[in-house]
C-alpha cells in the first residue's frame, strides 16, 4: 500500500531470506526480498502488514537490475517506533490544547518520569500532527515521582528516550494498541522493564527432540568478575547536617536485617525488622520504615544484613530457606547520590513586589508561599527559619514551570554568628512565605515577568537541616534501591542465542504467541545453565515464509544496557556541569538581600492569583 492506502502490488511472493528482526528498546524491521519482472517505485511512507503489525518504509528500496526483465528488491520496512529516530527532541510543552516551547533543542530539564516522556510525546504528536502518541508509565519503575536532571543536547527522541530509561534505571517499548471503543490505533510508549510470564510462569526450554531447541544453543558470559556480594553504599550530602548527623553523606538505617523478595504482582515487596535474627514472630516493616500489620513468610529470596557502620550491606543466606550464603567476597559501590531528605512543597500563592535599580531599571521581588506546610501529620514542616547549615547559603530550585532547574538563594538575617532564613508571615493567607533572592542568569534578572514562579510550580530547598522524620524515610529510601541493585546484581550475567525448533513450535500454537521480546524462558541444562536459569527474549528473527522458524537472543541481565556510552556519558556531565552553574553566587545574593531589606518598607505588594 502506498501512504494513501492505495494498493502497490498484490499477492506478492518474497524469498526464503526476508526476515523479522527485532530488539529490546531498539528496532522491529522487516527486510522483504523479492524479484519483480518490471521495475516499480515504491513511495515513500508505503506500508504492509505482517501478522496484524504494520511496517512503513521510510528509506528508499534497495534495487539491482538484473536485466531488463529482472528487478531485485530488498525493501526495509520498520513499525512506527522508528520515527522517533526522525524527530528532534525540544523542549515542547501541550496544554489546553495547545503547543508551547519547542525552540530549543539544547535544554536542562528537571521533572519526574511522567513528564520527560510526556514531553518526548509531545514532540511526537507535533511531529505527525496528530494526537496518537501517548505514554504509560509501569509500577515497577523505581522513584517514578522522583524529579530528576537530563540535559538533552541535540538528541532525537529515541535517543531521549534511553537517557530516560537510563535515568530511571529502567526501559522502554513502543507498540500500537488498538482501540475497539473509538477505532483508534494508539502508539504507545511504556516506560517499565520490558518482561512478561516471569518465575513458574516462565516458557521451560531445553536442546533436544520436542524440547524446544535445536542444535547449536551458545552460552556467553557477560562480565569477568562474580556477583557482587557486599555492597558499600555512598547517600547523597544535600540537606545532612555534619555535625547533629554524624556524617557529611546519607546512611544506611542502623540495625536492620532485610529479606529482599524481588518483583511480586509488578511492585518491589521488602520486609524490615529489628531482631538480630529474622524469625516468624519479629516485628516487620515495610520499605518505608512503617509497622505492618501482618508477618511475611520467612525463606524470601535472600536475607541481607545492613553493616554495624551502616555504609554498607551483604548477604548473610541464601533463596534456599535459610541456607547458610558462602560470599565470594566482591566488593561493589552503589552511587546513591540522588537520595538525600528532602521535602518537594507546592506554592500557593506568590506575591511580587515592584522595585527598580539606582539606574532606574525596573524588577520584581518575589515571595512564594506553600499551604501545605504543616498539613502532614508524618512528615511535619520543617521551620526553614531555624534550618541554615554553616558555611552554606540556602537555596530554592524549582521541579517544573518556568523556573525549571532554576536555583535562587532565600533571603536570610545575620545576628552575630547566627544566620536565620528570613519567612514572611502572612496573616490574611494564613501561610508561610519564602522571600527569594533574585539572581543574574543569561544576561537578566530572574525571576522576572517571563520566567516567574506560578500557582501549582514545585520547588525544593536546599542546604537545609530537615527534621528527624525526612531523615528516616531518605535511609529507607537508600537501603530500598541498594538491595534492590545487589539481589538485582546476584548471579552470573549470561546471554544465550538459540534456534527454536519448529516442531516444537508447530505442535502448541501458544508457543509461537510466547516468541516475543520480554518473554521469560526457563533454559534446562544441568551442564550449561544447572537446574535451571531465568532468562528473557531480548532480540529474536522470524523468517516471513516460515513465520513457526525463529532464532531467539535471551539474557538474565537485570536491565539492558546498549552501545551509547558516549552519549549518556556526555548528557551526565552536562547534567553535572549545569548544576555547578546553578550554584548562587553568594556576595551578588547578599547584595540584593540587603537591597531587599532596604526596599521593603512600604513597598506595595501585588499578589498573584
Not at 511522567?114 to 504528536?125: K, L, P, R, S
Not at 522470524?542 to 522458524?549: E, G, L, M, S
Request: aromatic content about 12%.
Amino acid at each position: 500500500m502506498d501512504a494513501d492506502g492505495n494498493a502497490i502490488l498484490e499477492d506478492l511472493v518474497v524469498d526464503d531470506g526476508s526476515e523479522r528482526d527485532v530488539e529490546l528498546m531498539g528496532n522491529d524491521r522487516l527486510t522483504l526480498r523479492f524479484s519483480l519482472p518490471s521495475y516499480v517505485t515504491f513511495s515513500s511512507r508505503c506500508y504492509c502488514y505482517f501478522q496484524g503489525v504494520r511496517y512503513t518504509m521510510y528509506i528508499p528500496a534497495e534495487v539491482k537490475k538484473v536485466n531488463t526483465m529482472c528487478y531485485d528488491y530488498v525493501v526495509t520496512m520498520y513499525t512506527h517506533a522508528y520515527e522517533l529516530r526522525l524527530t528532534q527532541m525540544k523542549d515542547l510543552f501541550y496544554s489546553n490544547n495547545q503547543y508551547s516551547g519547542g525552540e530549543r533543542v539544547t535544554f536542562p530539564y528537571t521533572a519526574k518520569a511522567a513528564e520527560h516522556v510526556a514531553m518526548v510525546v509531545n514532540c511526537m504528536n507535533k511531529a505527525d500532527g496528530t494526537r496518537l502518541w501517548r505514554y504509560v508509565i509501569g509500577t515497577d519503575v523505581l522513584e517514578a515521582t522522583r524529579e530528576k536532571l537530563i540535559v538533552y543536547d541535540k538528541m532525537k527522541c529515541s535517543d531521549a528516550l534511553i537517557a530516560i530509561a537510563e535515568a530511571y534505571e529502567t526501559e522502554y517499548e513502543v507498540k500500537d494498541d488498538y482501540d475497539t471503543l473509538t477505532d483508534t490505533t494508539w502508539r504507545t510508549i511504556t516506560l517499565h522493564r520490558v518482561e512478561s510470564h516471569k518465575g513458574s510462569q516462565s516458557l521451560a526450554m531445553e536442546y533436544g527432540k520436542g524440547k524446544g531447541f535445536k542444535s547449536g544453543v551458545v552460552r556467553r558470559t557477560q562480565v569477568s568478575v562474580p556477583p557482587v556480594d557486599v555492597l558499600y553504599v555512598q547517600g547523597g550530602s544535600h540537606n545532612i547536617d555534619k555535625t547533629g548527623y554524624g556524617n557529611d553523606t546519607l546512611l544506611l538505617p542502623s540495625n536492620r536485617y532485610t529479606v529482599y523478595y524481588g518483583y511480586l504482582n509488578g511492585a518491589n515487596q521488602m520486609y524490615i525488622e529489628y531482631k538480630a535474627t529474622p524469625t516468624s514472630t519479629s516485628v516487620w516493616y515495610d520499605a518505608e520504615g512503617n509497622r505492618m500489620d501482618y508477618i511475611p513468610a520467612i525463606g524470601g529470596f535472600a536475607i541481607y544484613k545492613i553493616n554495624n557502620d551502616r555504609r554498607s550491606i551483604y548477604r548473610v543466606t541464601d533463596a534456599e530457606e535459610g541456607t547458610p550464603y558462602r560470599p565470594t567476597h566482591v566488593e561493589e559501590v552503589y552511587d546513591g547520590s540522588e537520595v538525600y531528605p528532602s521535602r518537594v512543597g507546592v506554592v500557593s500563592h506568590v506575591k511580587v513586589t515592584p522595585r527598580s535599580t539606582e539606574d532606574g531599571e525596573p524588577y520584581n521581588l518575589y515571595d512564594i508561599y506553600d499551604e501545605t506546610f504543616g498539613t502532614n501529620s508524618n512528615a511535619p514542616s520543617p521551620d526553614y527559619r531555624d534550618a541554615c547549615l554553616v558555611d552554606e547559603t540556602m537555596t530554592v530550585i524549582f521541579q517544573d514551570g518556568m523556573l525549571a532547574g532554576r536555583e535562587f538563594a532565600i533571603q536570610t538575617s545575620e545576628e552575630g554568628t547566627d544566620v536565620q532564613a528570613v519567612m514572611n508571615w502572612d496573616s490574611t493567607l494564613q501561610e508561610w512565605g519564602i522571600p527569594l533572592c533574585p539572581s543574574e542568569e543569561d544576561s537578566m534578572i530572574l525571576p522576572n515577568a517571563t520566567f516567574a514562579p506560578a500557582i501549582g510550580d514545585h520547588y525544593a530547598v536546599f542546604h537545609c537541616k530537615l527534621p528527624s522524620s525526612y531523615i528516616r524515610v531518605a535511609e529507607f529510601t537508600l537501603l530500598h534501591q541498594a538491595v534492590d541493585w545487589l539481589f538485582n546484581n546476584a548471579e552470573i550475567e549470561y546471554t544465550a542465542d538459540g534456534e527454536v525448533d519448529e516442531k516444537w513450535i508447530m505442535a502448541d500454537s501458544a508457543r509461537s504467541d510466547r516468541m516475543a521480546i520480554g518473554e521469560c524462558i526457563s533454559l534446562r541444562d544441568t551442564e550449561m545453565f544447572g537446574l535451571g536459569l531465568q532468562m528473557r527474549i531480548t532480540g529474536l528473527r522470524q523468517n516471513v515464509n516460515a513465520p513457526w522458524r525463529y532464532s531467539i537472543t535471551m539474557d538474565n541481565r537485570p536491565r539492558t544496557l546498549y552501545d551509547w556510552t558516549r552519549m549518556l556519558e556526555k548528557t551526565v556531565r552536562d547534567a553535572n556541569e549545569y548544576k555547578a552553574t546553578l550554584s548562587p553566587n553568594e556576595q551578588l545574593c547578599r547584595n540584593i538581600g540587603n537591597t531587599r531589606r532596604r526596599a521593603e518598607e512600604g513597598a506595595e505588594e501585588v499578589e498573584v492569583s
